[in-house]
């Protein structure tokens, strides 16, 4: 333990953080809409795909001149699409608003679509709307996750993830149902309010427009939630995402079957108020190593899987076992694990980064409960 405490402070101290370079608009192309989207063949760099675009909560299709499909996008990877085949929408004011995405201040780019919204007015097509809000919301977010102030964050996020899970329900059909809840759900953690944000994921998880693959993602990630929220639904969630075993992924079936390590965990001891102290003291030291020596077998099935995904996860699910059990210590370390070393999910990374805030804040660790704060802003 020792060493693997000195490994996650050196790597602590040494991290530092990515920037995210967004692309500026392809100019040029025509009545061709563009779709930009994470390409996971290359570690979800950002790439831009032009064609005829066919959407839906399956995923986006791209259609090249021939009419022959080049590519499916999944809604997990779909970032943005860039249209120019809108109605009621002006061009120029579109295109001011796409400039304003790409530059440095999300907040006024929202507000230039937001413009375009109340231009476009209440008898725009569907489609339009449902693209500028979209648009609107997600830069609003993006605006937001760079507030450092909690109160001003808390308020507006409040509000957007009931916007967001709005959205997500009235275009159940669309691709960006997807990312409209994910979003809420991530934000509906920052607020401490995770049994809202499993509700959500469970929602998203019995949505039939969804392909199998994405709704067990979302029932994996009602786990998560209810981890967070004191674990007591998280057993029938996971049996939920069993039940689409036969079609699982890799990732999916290590992710479900450490879930299933941690449900096996000891459940927390009640304390007995008739003990001395000296033989409650002994009682809770046992306890401790008990639940300490069934982690380590958590850890050991954490350690053969390949997906880092499952890793962050893994030991997120371990640290809200350790809180549980009020082992605020032990809690701390695997939460760093996901901070420190599995920060390539980084819904899994705030998560993380929010539990070592109110970890630093209850301990009076004023100076690290900073340095955490910090952190946060940068992995938002």
Same mark, same amino acid.
């Given at each position: 333990? /020792?060493?693997?405490?000195?490994?996650?402070?050196?790597?602590?101290?040494?991290?530092?953080?990515?920037?995210?370079? %967004?692309?500026?608009?392809?100019?040029?192309?025509?009545?061709?809409?563009?779709?930009?989207?994470?390409?996971?063949?290359?570690?979800?760099?950002e790439?831009?795909?032009?064609?005829?675009?066919?959407?839906?909560?399956?995923?986006?299709?791209?259609?090249?001149?021939? $009419?022959?499909?080049?590519?499916?996008?999944?809604?997990?990877?779909v970032l943005?699409?860039?249209?120019?085949?809108?109605?009621?929408?002006? %061009?120029?004011?579109?295109?001011?608003?796409?400039?304003?995405?790409?530059?440095?201040?999300?907040?006024?780019?929202?507000?230039?679509?937001?413009?375009?919204?109340?231009?476009?007015?209440?008898?725009?097509?569907?489609?339009?709307?449902?693209?500028?809000?979209? %648009?609107?919301?997600?830069l609003?977010?993006?605006?937001?996750?760079?507030?450092?102030?909690?109160?001003?964050?808390?308020?507006? +996020?409040?509000?957007?993830?009931?916007?967001? #899970?709005? !959205?997500?329900?009235?275009? #159940?059909?669309?691709w960006?149902?997807?990312?409209? +809840?994910?979003?809420?759900?991530?934000?509906?953690?920052?607020?401490?309010? &995770?049994?809202?944000?499993?509700?959500?994921?469970? =929602?998203?998880?019995?949505?039939?427009?969804?392909? &199998?693959?994405?709704?067990?993602?979302?029932?994996?990630?009602?786990?998560?939630?209810? !981890?967070?929220?004191?674990?007591?639904?998280?057993?029938?969630?996971? #049996?939920?995402?069993? $039940?689409?075993?036969a079609?699982?992924?890799?990732?999916?079936?290590?992710?479900?079957?450490?879930?299933?390590?941690?449900?096996?965990?000891? =459940?927390?001891?009640?304390?007995? &108020?008739?003990?001395?102290?000296?033989?409650?003291?002994?009682?809770?030291?046992?306890h401790?190593?008990?639940?300490?020596?069934?982690?380590?077998?958590? =850890?050991?099935?954490?350690?053969?899987?390949?997906?880092?995904? /499952?890793r962050?996860?893994?030991?997120?699910?371990?640290?809200?076992?350790?809180? %549980?059990?009020?082992?605020?210590?032990?809690?701390?370390?695997?939460?760093?694990?996901?901070?420190?070393?599995?920060?390539?999910?980084?819904?899994?990374?705030? $998560?993380a980064?929010?539990?070592?805030?109110q970890?630093?804040?209850?301990?009076?660790?004023?100076?690290? =409960?900073?340095? !955490?704060?910090?952190?946060?802003? $940068? #992995?938002?």
């Open positions: 333990m /020792t060493r693997l405490r000195a490994f996650l402070l050196a790597a602590l101290c040494a991290a530092t953080a990515a920037v995210a370079v %967004r692309t500026a608009p392809a100019q040029g192309t025509g009545d061709t809409d563009r779709m930009y989207y994470r390409n996971p063949a290359k570690d979800g760099k790439e831009m795909l032009v064609g005829e675009l066919k959407e839906s909560a399956a995923g986006v299709q791209v259609y090249g001149a021939d $009419k022959k499909l080049r590519q499916t996008v999944s809604p997990a990877d943005r699409i860039e249209y120019t085949t809108l109605k009621n929408v002006d %061009r120029d004011a579109y295109a001011q608003a796409t400039r304003l995405d790409a530059g440095p201040d999300p907040a006024k780019a929202a507000a230039a679509f937001a413009d375009l919204i109340l231009k476009a007015g209440p008898t725009a097509e569907a489609r339009t709307t449902r693209a500028l809000t979209f %648009r609107q919301l997600m609003s977010v993006r605006a937001n996750d760079a507030e450092a102030d909690d109160a001003k964050f808390d308020a507006a +996020a409040t509000k957007l993830a009931d916007e967001l #899970a709005k !959205f997500s329900r009235t275009y #159940a059909t669309g960006e149902c997807w990312p409209t +809840a994910t979003t809420a759900c991530r934000l509906l953690g920052e607020l401490d309010k &995770p049994a809202d944000a499993a509700l959500l994921a469970k =929602e998203l998880g019995d949505n039939p427009n969804l392909t &199998p693959a994405l709704r067990t993602d979302a029932r994996l990630m009602e786990v998560g939630y209810q !981890f967070m929220a004191g674990g007591r639904g998280a057993a029938p969630a996971l #049996a939920e995402a069993q $039940k689409g075993a079609t699982m992924t890799e990732r999916q079936k290590e992710t479900a079957a450490v879930f299933a390590a941690v449900l096996a965990l000891p =459940e927390p001891e009640p304390r007995d &108020p008739n003990l001395l102290p000296d033989e409650a003291a002994a009682k809770a030291a046992a401790a190593k008990k639940v300490r020596d069934a982690v380590a077998k958590v =850890e050991a099935l954490i350690a053969k899987a390949k997906s880092t995904a /499952t962050a996860a893994g030991y997120n699910a371990i640290g809200e076992a350790y809180l %549980r059990h009020a082992l605020t210590r032990d809690a701390m370390w695997a939460f760093l694990w996901v901070d420190v070393v599995y920060n390539q999910e980084k819904g899994e990374q705030i $998560k980064v929010n539990r070592l805030i970890i630093y804040k209850a301990t009076g660790e004023e100076e690290r =409960e900073t340095v !955490f704060r910090d952190r946060l802003l $940068k #992995a938002r």
